[in-house]
Antibody, heavy 121, light 106 residues
Framework: QVTLKESGPVLVKPTETLTLTCTVSGFSLSNARMGVSWIRQPPGKALEWLAHIFSNDEKSYSTSLKSRLTISKDTSKSHVVLSMTNMDPVDTATYSC?????????????WGQGTLVTVSS | SYELTQPPSVSVSPGQTASITCSGDKLGDKFVSWYQQKPGQSPLVVIYQDRKRPSGIPERFSGSNSGNTATLTISGTQAMDEADYYCQAWDTGTVVFGGGAKLTVL
């Protein structure tokens, strides 16, 4: 059974760095042609893709947020970690991780439940 | 950067056919996936690779993609299909989502 679960702070202050962890089970982060993305959704708004990482450690970032994002993985711990610097109230959103099935033409077949992160002083 | 455009809202009567479009430059050259999201839930893929249905997705969901437009079609729409629908494609190794379309069944 494939599951993904996000963890991290629910509240961060402006200018702080957000670090989120996605813990996966039911598959390995070393599986070929599979990867994990981070996606966020501000309250009442659309999905926004942030970053992904594949089993070969290939990474890609949203063009508009690239300077603030870092994605990494620890295969032994089944963790995918996303860091976002210089948080702002507009970054308040539900942050979710999702498994990519099929490499860079694939689709998101499993999603975590998401974690709501509020940016406020 | 690449953009996908969806109508903000689509309305359909129960039992009728709903069509939700997604537009982008030469979108037909890319694979499109569609996700259904109900309030308080995570998105669920209903169509991938333009027209394939994951196991467990009803046959009333179908997809097509040609030219600059991809379309999600729901035949015999049911009240349970009321949700937000997002299209998604890849562009130069990055993921793009459409702005979402709210399907109302009334």
């Amino acid at each position: 059974q494939v599951t993904l679960k996000e963890s991290g702070p629910v509240l961060v202050k402006p200018t702080e760095t957000l670090t989120l962890t996605c813990t996966v089970s039911g598959f390995s982060l070393s599986n070929a042609r599979m990867g994990v993305s981070w996606i966020r959704q501000p309250p009442g708004k659309a999905l926004e893709w942030l970053a992904h990482i594949f089993s070969n450690d290939e990474k890609s970032y949203s063009t508009s947020l690239k300077s603030r994002l870092t994605i990494s993985k620890d295969t032994s711990k089944s963790h995918v970690v996303l860091s976002m610097t210089n948080m702002d109230p507009v970054d308040t959103a539900t942050y979710s991780c999702a498994r990519i099935h099929g490499y860079t033409n694939g689709y998101f077949d499993y999603w975590g439940q998401g974690t709501l992160v509020t940016v406020s002083s | 950067s690449y953009e996908l455009t969806q109508p903000p809202s689509v309305s359909v009567s129960p039992g009728q056919t709903a069509s939700i479009t997604c537009s982008g430059d030469k979108l037909g050259d890319k694979f499109v996936s569609w996700y259904q999201q109900k309030p308080g839930q995570s998105p669920l893929v209903v169509i991938y690779q333009d027209r394939k249905r994951p196991s467990g997705i009803p046959e009333r969901f179908s997809g097509s993609n040609s030219g600059n437009t991809a379309t999600l079609t729901i035949s015999g729409t049911q009240a349970m299909d009321e949700a937000d629908y997002y299209c998604q494609a890849w562009d130069t190794g990055t993921v793009v989502f459409g702005g979402g379309a709210k399907l109302t069944v009334l």
